[in-house]
């Protein structure tokens, strides 16, 4: 089955009267920016800065949401991320391990229903730290993470810092560091268009800046196909101009076998990333 990940993109709008709960349109838009803005704000972020060398320290509350019966193996997760995401600067440490009621909804429907999502928040612990939620596997997501379309300043008074996952997709290798690159700004290397061969980047990366994941080191992604070995099945777009991505990086929707890579670009926004906007949860 096609690894379907997707962000959701929370527009809140009218939030005017802090009594009341702020209404939500909920859109599935993979994980595109729903504005312009966004791209610019990344764009900037990337240009205007340099990476920080002190590393910055998360906490995650690792919170199980299902009734399988298996160790999720929290430690030893939070060991391979670090392995992973040492380069960008970032390091995770276990805050708790901790149980809530088994969600009945699966993955999906949890991702489809509005609402849900303060209700989830008001179980939760009110303090400095990633939420990592496990629930019940269901058709098709993996995994999604609550990204904040129009202004990146959004995410430092709104704390949205919530990751679900499915209990299936945790023992992958690749789901988490996904769904942790959305948390620190990446978006798909694809782009908007999940579509084959429809990504706006050229292939020959003219307009990287603008298009795809706005993201120069990170070939133009069709996302195709791969064939048993994680090889690229060549593919060309209607201009005739051949398409060479990277199977492996880990905000590709290629299989989770294939992903093993943040590139270098990736690395460097993700780490501009969080301590621009996500300063306020480093430990
Ligand atoms: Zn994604």
């Known amino acids: 089955m096609k690894n379907i990940l997707l962000v959701l993109l929370f527009i809140v709008a009218g939030c005017t009267n802090k009594n009341e709960t702020p209404p939500i349109i909920q859109q599935i838009c993979s994980s595109e920016f729903c504005s312009e803005n966004g791209a610019k704000e990344l764009i900037n972020l990337y240009e205007d800065d340099n990476m920080t060398n002190e590393t910055m320290t998360f906490k995650i509350n690792c919170i199980v949401a299902t009734n399988k019966k298996v160790d999720f193996k929290f430690q030893k997760k939070i060991k391979d991320l670090n392995n992973v995401f040492t380069k960008g600067k970032i390091k995770f440490i276990v805050n708790s391990e901790i149980s809530i009621s088994p969600q009945k909804l699966t993955i ?46 959004n995410y430092l008074n709104l704390g949205y ?16 560091q996904h769904e942790l690159g959305h948390f620190f700004g990446l978006q798909h290397t694809f782009g908007e268009l999940t579509n084959e061969n429809s990504t706006l980047e050229k292939p ?38 051949v398409y060479s991505p990277k199977v492996n990086n880990y905000m590709s929707y290629y299989p989770n076998k294939c992903k093993n890579e943040f590139t270098n670009g990736q690395y460097k926004a993700m780490n501009l990333f969080a301590k621009e906007y996500r300063s306020y949860l480093i430990y």
Not at 129 to 134: E, G, L, P, V
Not at 234 to 241: A, H, M, Q, R
């Open 161 to 176: 810092e919530t990751i679900y996952i499915s209990d299936k997709a945790w023992f992958n290798t690749s789901t988490l």
């Open 108 to 153: 999906d429907q949890i991702a489809e229903k509005e609402g849900i999502f303060t209700q989830f928040k008001q179980n939760l612990k009110k303090e400095k730290s990633i939420n990592i939620i496990i629930v019940p596997h269901g058709k098709s997501l993996n995994g999604f993470t609550l990204v904040l379309p129009e202004k990146f300043l």
């Open 204 to 241: 020959n990366g003219t307009n990287c800046k603008e298009e795809g994941d706005f993201i120069c080191d990170t070939p133009s992604d069709p996302n195709g196909k791969t064939d048993a070995y994680c090889n690229y099945v060549k593919s060309i777009n209607k201009n005739g101009e």
